[in-house]
């Protein structure tokens, strides 16, 4: 078949590395050349190398690029990790469909950053769906979902590396049927009324409550967590004065420490111990302006940590 790829990140790499593997023709790849700008390894830059057709991710926002991509006459359009919105008249030029693999259990988890939501609301099974892809965003029938289980101690990235090993089974087994099938796969209606859709809004724009339990904590510590990538969340965030400081590894104790919500109990070394609103965290790394730090020697037994922006009253 003759695929058109959009993709980023790692996880569009491995998609491009598959399709070269199973012999399909790559008529043309859309991605984001600033990326490669940045140096490293970017679908981009790969695509290039390989002397592949090239696209600038957001041509998918013209309507004019319908009829230059219809002239390449693919079969497939494949969407991975590529956040740009692909319109309705580019999406009808293929022969056997157009696909998004998405790093979340659909219909609940629609939209952005569904891995760090679903850490942050402590979910305890998460999963990655490949659907097509239709006017609306995410709203199209499934072609296949797997889903695994998130345990207390993984990382946002930890939890997105996985929807990458399970998606690209689903994205082998896509391109097996569609050849087999010569024509679009069979499809299952999402269930829209289960449906929830997830912007670009972080919770408490990252600040840290304390007066919430000690694992409500460690959730948003946890769903920030992609380190060494990019957080689309940033970091969770608290502050004693006005010095800001982000945690970057935590976890927790479940007993409570006799002391108000966000009261340091603890701090030997490299850890630091904060009461919650039950329990107590944690707290593994911190940082300050970006840049490790040991936390005694920035904060003592009996400091008073906040959860919001200097000169804010609701702390």
């Not at 219809?70 to 990790?81: E, K, S």
């Not at 998460?126 to 296949?144: N, Q, R, W």
Request: hydrophobic share 40%.
């Amino acid at each position: 078949m003759r695929v058109i790829l959009a993709a980023e990140e790692s996880a569009g790499l491995q998609v491009l590395e598959l399709l070269r593997e199973t012999g399909h023709e790559i008529g043309g790849v859309l991605a984001d050349p600033s990326r490669a700008e940045a140096g490293g390894a970017s679908v981009w830059r790969v695509a290039e190398s390989a002397g592949l057709r090239l696209w600038p991710a957001r041509r998918v926002r013209e309507p004019a690029f319908a009829e230059e991509l219809r002239a390449v006459a693919p079969d497939l359009l494949l969407n991975v990790h590529s956040l740009y919105v692909i319109r309705g008249e580019i999406l009808g030029v293929t022969t056997r469909g157009s696909f998004n693999l998405h790093p979340g259990p659909l219909p609940r988890y629609a939209g952005l950053n569904a891995v760090s939501w679903a850490i942050y609301r402590g979910e305890r099974e998460h999963g990655v769906t490949l659907h097509a892809m239709e006017p609306g965003i995410d709203t199209g029938g499934v072609f296949a979902q797997a889903s695994f289980p998130i345990e207390d101690t993984d990382s946002a990235l930890a939890v997105s590396v996985r929807c990458v090993e399970l998606g690209m089974s689903l994205i082998r087994d896509l391109l097996q049927s569609c050849q087999a099938s010569n024509g679009p796969p069979d499809l299952t209606p999402q269930e829209l009324a289960r449906r929830e859709y997830f912007g670009r809004e972080v919770p408490r724009d990252g600040w840290i409550d304390w007066s919430r339990s000690a694992r409500e904590v460690v959730n948003l510590v946890r769903a920030c967590d992609y380190a060494p990538f990019h957080s689309p969340w940033g970091q969770a965030r608290t502050r004693r004065g006005e010095t800001t400081f982000s945690i970057l590894k935590a976890d927790r104790i479940d007993e409570a420490p006799g002391a108000p919500p966000g009261t340091v109990v603890a701090s030997e070394g490299r850890t630091l111990q904060v009461a919650a609103g039950e329990g107590t965290v944690v707290v593994r790394r911190l940082a300050v302006d970006g840049r490790p730090v040991r936390p005694a020697d920035h904060l003592a037994l009996g400091d008073r940590l906040s959860g919001s922006e200097p000169g804010d009253r609701q702390e």
